[in-house]
Nanobody
Framework: QVQLVESGGGLVQAGDSLRLACAPS??????LAWSRQAPGKEREIVAG????????FYADSVKGRFAIERDNRNNMVYLQMNHLVPEDTAVYYC???????????????WGQGTRVTVSS
């Protein structure tokens, strides 16, 4: 079992930056990812990182703007979001899975989510 708790969401303006944090607990060794779900849209994986933090991956929609960072020493994973646009508005979820990748079905455990709203 893995428990995931997200924090750091909020209301920002377009062009601003925001940093989300996820605190996993329980079993280790999982790939961790950030996913988001906008109103009326399917949930999508936007970034993920392997257990050792050596292979981050990103969705095309956030590549170059978002950065995922894993701190195994403090058992945290972060999503640095820069140059935010209104289309980034969504509930952001932390997820854990064995295989990882950009498909939501690869993840077994999910947090409760943190809301990010980007105003224009």
């Amino acid at each position: 079992q893995v428990q995931l708790v997200e924090s750091g969401g909020g209301l920002v303006q377009a062009g601003d930056s925001l940093r989300l944090a996820c605190a996993p607990s329980g079993r280790t060794g999982y790939t961790l990812a950030w996913s988001r779900q906008a109103p009326g849209k399917e949930r999508e994986i936007v970034a993920g990182i392997s257990w050792y933090g050596t292979r981050p991956f990103y969705a095309d929609s956030v590549k170059g703007r978002f950065a995922i960072e894993r701190d195994n020493r403090n058992n945290m994973v972060y999503l640095q979001m820069n140059h935010l646009v209104p289309e980034d508005t969504a509930v952001y979820y932390c997820a854990a899975g064995i295989s990882g990748g950009l498909v939501t079905t690869a993840y077994t455990y999910w947090g409760q989510g943190t809301r990010v709203t980007v105003s224009s």
